[in-house]
């Protein structure tokens, strides 16, 4: 690495902090990092836990003999002093700034293996504590440790994390959705959109998962909870409206809030919430969890993510010529499957209820068309926040 000043700050005890600054660092960071520490979990496990003042986007590299952490849009803290406890793996920890990107790199007493993806949490503000990215490790028991010399070449040079997208094709199984005059059910063509949208980013290198890949029935909370289990970076809910009125068409695009933007949204989020109601056994221990989740704070920043993610959805479909449903282009309403710390969208694709675009729901080249603009709109969306 080229710096061109290096401050060493040696703090007492154990801990070391290098902060590397490149000249002229123009960029507004948007995550601060407010702790560093580490302790000893039950197995002789290390645990190294960052806590940041929002969500952190990061990823994992193996040096030799490092292990570390690079968190993007995030400026170092010269007065942190790592809180490190005796008998861990780590000896260590130093800040490293590179342009908007930070790493933390631990110092390890001895190898490890790279950090299976369930041994890697990040845990939401709660109490005391903002957001937490823990990581667990144990040294390794010899030939398959990735500290060796030439893989630690390949490890640093390794691309960043990719993206994780969740995509949710609205209800499933018992519950069609809305059916279209002709027949069409929702549940049929937002799972056929979600599979090609799927494919599509799969493609354009995210790393995605589908809540359901069949004509399965999941509760609201269930399809809020993958996208919190797969540490989801954006959450996308795709479904079809139906309206009373038959001449009602065109797109429209929700967020989550308590109080619904208008009476529509409000009852939208009524007959979406509803699928619940199909069967509400097993539903409040997952409603428990994600409630538990959610706090204040991180509902404000959730929000406003999604609203970018929202608006810039529309701008999309606006571009690709889809029809869009008179009104504002991104409204807000308490939809249940959104309830969660991953920002996300519920996009209603077009009405059902309307014959014309019922017709060209059912198309394979309108769902292509579809898709392409979510890509596009997934694409221009600023993940690093
Ligand atoms: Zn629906």
Redo the contacts with the bound molecule.
Sequence with gaps: MKFTRRTLLKFAGIGTVAIAMLPRMAFAARNTLRTVRTGIQPGNKTRLVIETGARPSYSVSYPANQLVVTLSNTAANASLAPSLVAGSLVTAITQVQSGDKLQIVADLAKPINEIPRDNIMLLSPNGDNDYRLVLDFAASSGASAVASASSAAKQSSAPSRKYVIVIDA??GGKDP??IGKGGTQ?KVVVLSVAKKLKTKLDAAGFQTYLTRSNDTYLKLAQRASIGEKKHADLFLSL??NANPSRAMQGFSIYTLSEKASDEEAAKLADA?NAADKIDVSGFEQFDKDIRIALSSLQQHAVAEMSVEYANGCASQFKRAKITQQPGPDVRHAPFAVLRSTVPGALIELGHLSNAAEEKLLKSSSHQDKLVAAIVKSVKSYNFDV
Excluded: I, V
């Design positions: 609205g209800h959705g809305c929702e479904h079809a979406e």
